[in-house]
């Protein structure tokens, strides 16, 4: 296959839908040699904050000098964005090798009358083609969705389990209650392995720390009390944790959360370094061989450089237009408090687009109900979207000030014109169009803010 062939194939491949259960990336798997086998693993699940808290421990690792491959989706700026080791993504010429050698795995698994792998299964045994490739010294491989039945809980080599903030979320497939989910994200925990915490709900954190002892591993979690002296600010944030002081230049007042629990992640690795696998961890072996203890200065260090696009970015500064991708009520909810923080003189245009599987009307209270305007898109090509016609009848139950536009394009460029100097646009919703969006309103993609 060429690129272009390559694209085509995994597109295509999107209409298998969602199929949680790790038989079909099992069978996959093992066709291709069973490639994860040869990883170490940092396995993140959460609701809210995992690519974040993700991205802060990938740039704290490689700036200490880690080769750490990390997975992530969705993306934003470029497809490829799913696979990168040190920050650097995987060449288009790689990723065409990959496809044609899972696709013809698949040829066989169909020929046994086998069913179809997903785009994310076929995605995520691709990661592990690369990254043994490249000979990673660490993977930070984020889960897609829940845990037990997650393609990436295939993995049996993780080191460390990282939980970001637990919500709800995905409730057709995890649960209708705030527990059924915690207990779904629960099932990636290994035994005799480390699970690090964020900052939960109290019944999360007891169902994280109960499946923790059940499996023998260590389990520690964010001290929210020991969060303090927090300045927010347009250019970067500060913060106070365990008395040590931090900063970021990720916005959004939960990325102060994120920091904290990527410190968490941090302090639990140099934990296992310096105890050398002293029987504590059954998937260390001689791996720690050689590792350092990572520095106060190292971690400071990532915290301040890491980027995140689609996370409360500014993605024009005249007029102002902010991108964040908050899909869900908790971190819709999230985005507000921190809108109300840092923007709270300004009058608010919103361009919001949604899946029709999200719980429509509480994001759309918590973000539309105060706007001057809002705009109503929809993701092009996208089966999920809901169309930009009903998402502005659902608008209108909170904000008559509503209008449906015809594409990203046309609600950036109705948005600019009713801007002036005291405006915020917000893009939200749904990280699926931001790139599109980020497209429409002229900016340099890839570029830190």
């Known amino acids: 296959m060429n690129i ?19 038989e079909s990336i099992t069978a996959l798997c093992d066709r291709l040699g069973n490639p994860q086998n040869n990883l170490k693993f940092i396995h993140v699940a959460g609701t809210n904050g995992k690519g974040s808290t993700l991205c802060f421990v990938s740039t704290i690792m490689s700036h200490a000098g880690l080769k750490v491959g990390r997975y992530v989706s969705p993306t934003i700026v470029s497809y490829l964005e799913r696979f990168q080791v040190n920050g650097v993504l995987m060449s288009k010429k790689a990723f065409a090798s990959y496809v044609t050698r899972v696709a013809s795995a698949i040829d066989d698994m169909i020929k046994e009358g086998l069913p179809h792998p997903t785009a994310f299964e076929i995605e995520t045994a691709i990661s592990f083609l690369f990254f043994v490739d490249k000979k990673c010294d660490i993977v930070l491989l984020e889960c897609g969705m829940g ?31 705030l527990e059924e989910i915690a207990t779904q994200k629960a099932g990636i925990i290994k035994e005799s392995t480390a699970v690090v915490s964020g900052v939960q709900h109290l019944q999360v954190s007891k169902i994280l720390e109960n499946a923790s002892m059940e499996n023998n591993a260590s389990f520690d979690c964010v001290q929210e009390s020991l969060i303090d002296k927090i300045k927010y600010g347009a250019n970067y944030q500060e913060f106070e944790y365990k008395k040590e002081k931090y900063r970021t230049t990720l916005r959004g007042t939960y990325q102060i959360y994120n920091a904290a629990c990527a410190i968490e992640v941090i302090a639990c690795y140099n934990r296992l370094v310096v105890l050398n696998n002293d029987g504590i961890n059954v998937n260390l072996d001689k791996w720690w ?12 260090w990532g915290l301040l450089h890491a980027s995140w696009p689609g996370r409360m970015q500014i993605v024009s500064k005249t007029p102002l237009i902010i991108a964040d991708g908050a899909h869900n009520p908790d971190a819709a909810a999230r985005l507000k408090e921190t809108i109300d923080i840092y923007y709270k003189n300004k009058r608010k245009i919103i361009i919001i687009g949604m899946f029709k599987d999200k719980e429509i009307d509480k994001v759309i209270k918590l973000l539309c109900e105060d706007a001057e305007m809002v705009l109503t898109v ?55 169009y931001l790139g599109r969006l980020m497209d429409a309103a002229k900016i340099q993609k890839g570029a830190k803010h």
């Open 4 to 22: 272009n062939d390559a694209f085509e194939y995994i597109e295509d491949c999107a209409k298998y839908g969602s199929v949680p259960g790790l």
């Open 147 to 177: 845990g037990a039945y997650d393609a990436t809980n295939l993995v049996k080599t993780s080191i460390i389990e990282v939980f970001a903030h637990i919500d709800m979320d995905h409730m057709q497939f995890l649960g209708e209650s």
């Open 289 to 300: 061989c050689n590792k350092k203890v990572i520095s106060d200065a190292q971690i400071k």
């Open 378 to 432: 929809a993701t092009p090509g996208n089966p999920r979207a809901l169309p930009s016609v009903e998402l502005a009848r659902e608008v209108m139950r909170v904000n008559k000030n509503v209008t449906s536009t015809d594409s990203v394009e046309e609600a950036v460029w109705m948005a600019k014109m009713m801007a002036d100097k005291d405006t915020l646009i917000l893009a939200c919703g749904s990280l699926a």
